[in-house]
T-cell receptor, first 110, second 115 residues
Framework: GESVGLHLPTLSVQEGDNSIINCAYS??????FIWYKQESGKGPQFIID?????DKRQGQRVTVLLNKTVKHLSLQIAATQPGDSAVYFC?????????FGTGTSLTVIP | DSGVTQTPKHLITATGQRVTLRCSPR?????VYWYQQSLDQGLQFLIQ???????AKGNILERFSAQQFPDLHSELNLSSLELGDSALYFC??????????????FGPGTRLTVL
């Protein structure tokens, strides 16, 4: 199968700081990338997505950056809040096939 | 609340048994996806249906099967269960069933424990 990996399994940040979660992917043909947030006991929740013809996309307090040269994806969360504590997954898609990373656990320290 | 419902919430069964997991998509969504989430493998895409037809297949074992009914709810059948099938099973739904910007909304999951 495809390989979607995360650089760091855990990340702790101070409330109010910015968070950066990184993800590497292996399939240069992937054309769509998604970030999900999963809180304890819940299903994954869509955060933001980006197509392969873009290198940056912004949402509310979140920004996704795509570097196709090095096959790297990152999620930036501005002014991190306690409610942002969760596991974050990146996923890559080729057609209708989706491949997920194992996730990064983000802990926000009040 | 994503609008996707899954039943049951928890399921405990024995090896060799067969179980059925049920999913109701969000109102208006035509596509349903099934995923398996285990501690050692993360979230694995199993299968996708669109308007009753199978659209994409991922890492789904032959012991597993799924279908989507005319009312668009879906069932995932797991048979000859093994200890390694213990996991969280998520269903997601989307409007068009096409990857591009077709947001998938996940249900709360069914936790399956095989003893």
């Amino acid at each position: 199968g495809e390989s979607v990996g995360l650089h760091l399994p855990t990340l702790s940040v101070q409330e109010g700081d910015n968070s950066i979660i990184n993800c590497a992917y292996s399939n240069s043909a992937s054309d769509y990338f998604i970030w999900y947030k999963q809180e304890s006991g819940k299903g994954p929740q869509f955060i933001i997505d980006i197509r392969s013809n873009m290198d940056k996309r912004q949402g509310q307090r979140v920004t996704v950056l795509l570097n196709k040269t090095v096959k790297h994806l990152s999620l930036q969360i501005a002014a991190t809040q306690p409610g942002d504590s969760a596991v974050y997954f990146c996923a890559e898609a080729t057609g209708n096939q989706f491949y997920f990373g194992t996730g990064t656990s983000l802990t926000v320290i009040p | 609340d994503s609008g996707v419902t899954q039943t049951p919430k928890h399921l405990i069964t024995a090896t060799g048994q067969r179980v059925t997991l049920r999913c109701s998509p969000r109102s208006g969504d035509l596509s349903v996806y099934w995923y398996q989430q285990s501690l050692d493998q993360g979230l694995q895409f199993l299968i996708q249906y669109y308007n009753g037809e199978e659209r994409a297949k991922g890492n789904i074992l032959e012991r597993f099967s799924a279908q989507q009914f005319p009312d668009l709810h879906s069932e995932l059948n797991l048979s000859s269960l093994e200890l390694g099938d213990s996991a969280l099973y998520f269903c997601a739904s989307s409007l068009r069933g096409s990857g591009y910007t077709d947001t998938q909304y996940f249900g709360p999951g069914t936790r399956l424990t095989v003893l």
